[in-house]
């Protein structure tokens, strides 16, 4: 039985062949180059193949960027508005490739506004708030706000107190808040006290929609009339550039209740649709679905504005007060 000699050993690691085997430090630090070598050409390797099945699986690409975020920098973290756990983790919010293909620096377009140059249309489903399906307690209503895809574009929050709420039902005053895909608030609304009879006159609803929070750039004002509901859509500067036409009944019979976005002209351009939810959603929720269809070359501004006024006739006439039914005919 022959024994070895260790001197003549070469190591695994060593693929570089059998020169200068005599010196044992030499001979390992060849070995431990040569097995760097090894783990780049497989890493390489494995990457090459992991490229070719993202190329073939979009959904798995997509899980491996969710997991696999890279730590950004302190300031840009402090500009996207991280919480607490991913400014300690350093993750950012992981960017799709829709999100990618938003435009930017589009001229007199509001910061966050720019996806609205691409579409004509949007979908606005409110969510389901069991606490308030069980109970009548009022809560803050919340909305997805969608393409024409199904995709999620924004979200919409309505900030309010308790007691508001459920003293002044769906007369309340509210501020809400739309938010883009990255968190950020990009559109700002504000609804003030007011009556819709047409008892008041002096009073009637209104709300102020700001892109981005702070800069006015529309206002949306109930006009007075007795049998069917209508407003005007004023620009920043109080021009009236549009208005809507609602029908006598706005209640939901198993089909949508359209408002008419018009010229002012009296050309129809566009509407605002409230859309049949199924039996069970309309009598025990008010939670609601809403269509928006407006030009593809409308200004940016007023389509976020027309999206305001969806949120203004939800509140005038499909909001329940504990869950019971208060709109009527006409505008009484």
Known sequence: ????????????????????????????????RSGSKVLRFIWHSLYSQYNQICSRSQTLRQLVCREANKPLPKKLRHTMRLNKSAKRKGYEFYISDEDRSIPTGIPNCPRGLEYLTTIDQLLVKQKVELLEAFTGFETNNKFTIKNALGQKVYFAAEDNDCCTRNCCGP??????????????????????????????????????????????????????????????????VGDTVMRIEGPFCT?????????????????????????????????????????INFPLDLDVRMKAVLLGATFLIDAMFFEKAGNQETDRPGML
């Open 171 to 236: 007369a309340r005053p509210f501020d809400m808040r739309v938010f883009d895909n990255f968190q950020q608030e990009v559109i700002h609304m504000h609804r003030p006290l007011a009556c819709s009879s047409c008892l008041f006159p002096c009073c009637l609803q209104s709300i102020e929609v700001s892109a981005p929070p702070g800069n006015v750039i529309g206002t949306i004002e109930q006009e007075w009339s007795i049998c069917s509901p209508s407003f005007r859509i004023l620009n920043h």
């Open 251 to 291: 209640f939901s019979l198993c089909g949508d209740v359209e408002f008419n976005v018009v010229s002012l002209t009296g050309e129809k351009i566009g509407k605002i649709s409230k859309q049949w939810s199924g039996l069970a959603r309309e009598i025990f929720t008010d939670a609601d679905f809403f269509g």
């Open 1 to 32: 039985m022959s024994t070895e000699n260790p001197a003549s050993c070469v190591s695994t690691l060593d693929l570089s062949g059998g020169e200068n085997r005599g010196n044992p430090e030499e001979s390992h630090s060849r070995g431990v």
